[in-house]
């Protein structure tokens, strides 16, 4: 069953290639159909590939295979491998099953556009590139999956290019994800450079076989780059600017690329990488930092925004945060533990918003909304599950992939991480309910034209909802302390218990066994304390929040206008850079300078030829002249010269 | 069968027939252009099917006395360096041809131009006698100069002029070398030839070979062009018909890339060892400085043309890498320059013929009119942006990885200019394609025909096929550049010991051995 892994790249990309050639002449609902089912084929495939490696014992659970050779020059070699593993079994699994239903709800959500074709066409690019990512054997081709994704986020962000924003925010994500792809470009080849392959296997196993020390600076470069390319593509402090920018795409879009997949990529990687990372305390300390930083950060950014995908998309980037501090303090499983529950939960949450927009015919202004609940009450009950579930209620699946990570940043780390995860977790709970209750609960604020059109979206879209729920709720029990099936599962990559120690950390692991039960009923505790804030400001107390505003403006206008990260970027490298380039490289260096020598000599070369031609007068006299004044030259050269 | 001879001169035997025909019947003359360069095209092919990827030696060889007296000859062959510059010669030639069909003006001399530069341009890459060589070199140089200065734009004279005078200004430096090294080659073997493999014997002295390779790299850094010598590019360009700039980026600029790797290198291996650091700067400001300028270039033409500075720095600091990598990643890169560059000139150019403007404010929104033209026109700026799995990428990994080996600091500056071709391609290509139609003659812009159809998609083909299965263009040049960089080492030694025992030139920089990584 194992030798099917090839299929599950092919069906997406006979799905795109269909799609993109002749879609166009098709009509609406077969380019739908080929769609989906070229990635409901896909995931049942993967479902294939996971029972087959179900089947064979948990140590032998790895297999390659191998398509051809792709760059070979000397002794660089990058092949087209595929790698099955239960981490990578574990991803295809959430991209094919998320992507299939986000798949189904797009019929709906895109009927009326008219770029459906196309729009299917980048969808199925984009599933077939995401698990090209994650099935790939060698960092290089895993690099091929990892821009690809990039250029399908790239088009689906412009999908509507006639908008100036979209097209902005699309080349803002794609020069970003550039930057942190510079560090990935630059870890491959000093990967190369130190273990003389680009092979997974072959560099983990050397990794991990005692051949480095830990804390040997040339891995903790290595993890460095390795982790620049990560803040890129996962949105990390300081390079998450784009992701915001990027909720300009169709909200499904952002359900499954800027949430449930793409932007884990990140997180994937690290966790690939756990045997270099785990050689760098240094790194490990990076990666934990930013994570949490960003955690709190972006969780911060998110509590005063109004624009309904505004604050999914900070939520992303602040849970996307929770997943990097759990690598960071080395708790690999319950990094990708948040990862799969996220994907549920958030793409549900989209999803959501979307049927939100599509009811209120495109608004997402928060504050033109309310009262919606009795109007869709479908979108509002899934809806409702997501918020619980993020915000960490137990026994939602959020609960238990947070609590475990706010635990292991304790047990693992240390008291500061813990703190800022949990008021990162606090903050969480509060702005998803203060959204809820803006768009859900509450008096009507809309609009007239937008009141007369409100409807419940069709089966299509909210039936994806529904199963998402589902997942939301259910998919927690995966990890439950104590009997993780998911921990299990994972270990054969993550070796041991899937918790490895970081050398020359503080040594963890020696708490009692009251600890979790107490940090389950201290996180419980936090998440209704935002949740009651939340309910106390939106619900009881509608012209709280304006106060506040008033009272605290400064500090509400910094959160508001996101710290006004974009504009001192702006300040700091777009303009100096345009600047530079228009008037001095260009304008002065190459038109004035380097030009301006190239004419000069020209003229120089003219003008020494008129000067040259006065010589030649025409007139016996003047020749004459000439040769009489040779002569005395001459003759005065012969008598002094010497 | 000789296919190299006939490859070189059938463009010109198609060049009496279409002077035997009436300038009227312009459409005949095209067809009959058109069908010269296809054919030679298709004669082209068996160089790659029946090339022996297992030996260095040079294939197809054909030699013929031309002058005896002075030791001349008809001196051709390829080996795997040389034989995708060919087929790339043959290749954009009859793209091109179809380029130009909206020409109208003395199409006849036109085309007849045209094949000359087919004939030069190819003769440059076969040539094995020098003397030969510089033949070609200056008789490519003449219809392009024609094509510039009467089927150009407005400042085509200044432009066609300033493109003549400063290639033959490094021309002429190139001349002197190549009578220097024909007088020491008879100084030590007793034998007046201008034999490029018996050049490739001789063991010149650090200064000679210092003096020598500067003359050369004089020559090929101005065709390149290299940065302080790049700003003939941006006018030619600018001035030449759509054709013109397609074979000045596809395969002019070739010549000087191809020039290093012919001569510089295996010729003065010591001196090219000390020029590494100047060679690789110049490439590396090149990157970065061509990015930064094309970036704020207002006119499409322009843009492209600064971009080739930045590509072709790529090529030479992989070549000047000296390893396997960097010197395949540079042969590919050349290829993938020719490919994807050209096939920007190509669409700029259809632009051109729709609207008769180049300036980038002018366009903007036309993806909604010209749906399949966007198609087209983000997969090259794609390829030219260096995206993995299309060809750009291969050729740009290889050379960094190579650069990285040797000098990691040269690498890690030079990788930089991955982020600044994203900026300034993709923000050229929302200017153009994005945004709402502002302009009202854009709303009526008809989508690619028939034509330009055809012009694409061989282009297009090749830019997956190098992108997913590069083997099939590395495997041949292997041998070639395995013995390359033997030459080039073994020569090194041999010259590095004689150096040691006459001492009297102090190398203006300190040479570096290759295996060594610095920071």
Known sequence: ?642 | MPILTLITFLPIIGVFFILSMDSRRSELIRVTTLLVSVVVFFISLPLYVTFDAHTYEMQFVEKLQWIPSFGIHYHVGIDGISLFLILLTTFITPISILASWHITRNVKEYMVAMLVLETGMIGVFISLDLFLFYVFWELMLIPMYLLIGIWGGPRRIYAAVKFFIYTMAGSVFMLLAIIALYFLNHRTTGEYTFNLLEFYRLDLSFAVQFWLFLAFAFAFAIKVPMFPFHTWLPDAHVEAPTAGSVILAGVLLKMGTYGFVRFCLPLFPEASHAFIPVISWMAIVGIIYGALVSMVQDDLKKLVAYSSVSHLGFVMLGIFAFNIQGIEGGITQMINHGLSTGALFLVVGMLYERRHTRMIADFGGLTKQMPVFATFFLIVTLSSIGLPGLNGFVGEFLILVGTFKSRILYASIATSGIILAAVYMLWMFQRVMFHEITHEENKTLQDINKREFAILIPIMLLIFWIGIYPSSFLRKMDASVNHLLKQIGEKANIVSNVQKQNNNITPLIDIVPETKTEW
């Open chain 1, 1 to 642: 069953m194992l030798n099917l892994v090839a299929l599950i790249l092919l069906f997406p990309l006979i799905g795109a290639a269909f799609n993109g050639t002749i879609g166009k002449r098709l009509r609406k609902e077969n380019v739908g159909y080929i769609a989906c089912g070229a990635i409901g084929l896909s995931f049942f495939v993967s479902l294939l590939v996971f029972c087959g490696l179900l089947l064979l014992p948990p140590e032998e659970r790895l297999f390659e295979k191998q398509l051809f050779c792709w760059i070979e020059s000397g002794s660089f070699k990058s092949v087209v491998g595929l790698q099955v593993d239960p981490l990578s079994t574990l991803m295809i699994l959430v991209v094919t099953g998320v992507g299939f239903l986000i798949h189904i709800y797009s019929i709906g959500y895109m009927h009326h556009d008219k770029g459906y074709h196309r729009y299917f066409c980048y969808l199925n690019l984009f599933t077939f590139s995401m698990l090209l990512l994650v099935l790939s054997n060698n960092f290089l081709l895993m690099f091929i999956g990892w821009e690809a994704v990039g250029l399908c986020s790239y088009l689906l962000i412009g999908f509507w290019f006639e908008k100036k924003s979209a097209s902005n925010a699309a080349k803002k994500a794609f020069v970003v994800n550039r930057v942190g792809d510079f560090g990935f470009a630059l870890g491959i080849m000093l990967i190369f450079l130190t273990f003389h392959t680009i092979d997974f296997t072959e560099v983990l196993s050397a990794a991990s076989h005692g051949n480095f020390e830990a804390g040997s600076f040339t891995i903790t470069i290595i993890t460095l780059l390795l982790f620049m390319g990560a803040t890129g593509k996962s949105a990390q402090i300081p390079l998450y600017t784009w992701l915001p920018d990027a909720m300009e795409g169709p909200t499904p879009v952002s359900a499954l690329i800027h949430a449930a997949t793409m932007v884990t990529a990140g997180v994937y990687m690290i966790v690939r990488c756990n045997a270099l990372y785990m050689l760098s305390p240094f790194t490990m300390i990076v990666v934990a930092g930013i994570g949490a930083v960003t955690a709190l950060f972006a969780a911060s950014i998110g509590l005063v925004q109004n624009d309904i995908k505004r604050v999914l998309a900070y939520s992303t980037i602040s849970q996307l945060g929770y997943m990097f501090l759990a690598c960071g303090v080395g708790a690999f499983t319950a990094g990708v533990f948040h990862l799969m529950t996220h994907a549920f939960f958030k793409a549900l949450l989209f999803l959501g918003s979307g049927s939100v927009i599509h009811a209120l015919s495109g608004e997402q202004d928060m504050r033109k909304m309310g009262g919606l609940r009795h109007h869709i009450p479908t979108t509002y009950k899934t809806f409702l599950v997501g918020t619980v579930a993020i915000a960490g209620i137990p026994p939602f699946a959020g609960f238990f992939s947070k609590d475990e990570i706010l635990l292991e940043s304790l047990v693992r780390g240390n008291f500061i991480y813990w703190s800022i995860g949990a008021l990162a977790a606090f903050f969480t709970a509060f702005y998803m309910f203060r959204l809820l209750f803006m768009t859900f609960h509450g008096e009507s604020r809309l609009d007239h034209h937008a009141a007369e059109h409100l409807h419940e979206s069709p089966r299509n879209m909210t039936l994806p909802l529904t199963v998402l729920a589902g997942l939301s709720f259910f998919g927690g029990f995966l990890g439950i302390p104590g009997a993780s099936a998911i921990n299990h599962f994972l270990s054969p990559v993550l070796g041991g218990h899937g918790h490895t120690e970081i050398p020359g950390a503080a040594s963890g692991g020696h708490h009692g066994a009251w600890l979790p039960y107490l940090m389950m009923v201290v996180s419980t505790a936090i998440a209704l304390g935002g949740i009651f804030l939340a309910y106390h400001m939106y619900i009881k107390k509608p012209a709280l929040p304006k106060k506040l505003a008033e009272r605290f403006s400064l500090i509400y206008k910094l959160l508001l206008n996101k710290y006004y990260v974009d504009e001192i970027y702006d300040a700091l490298f777009v303009h100096p850079t345009k600047k530079i380039s228009a008037q001095i490289l260009w304008k002065l260096v190459d038109v004035k300078m380097i030009d301006g020598s190239v004419n000069g000599i020209a003229r120089l070369v003219r003008g020494f030829g008129n000067v040259l031609r006065l010589l030649q007068t025409g007139y016996i006299r003047n020749y004459a002249f000439y040769i009489v004044l040779g002569c005395i030259f001459i003759i005065v050269f012969a008598v002094f010269g010497k």
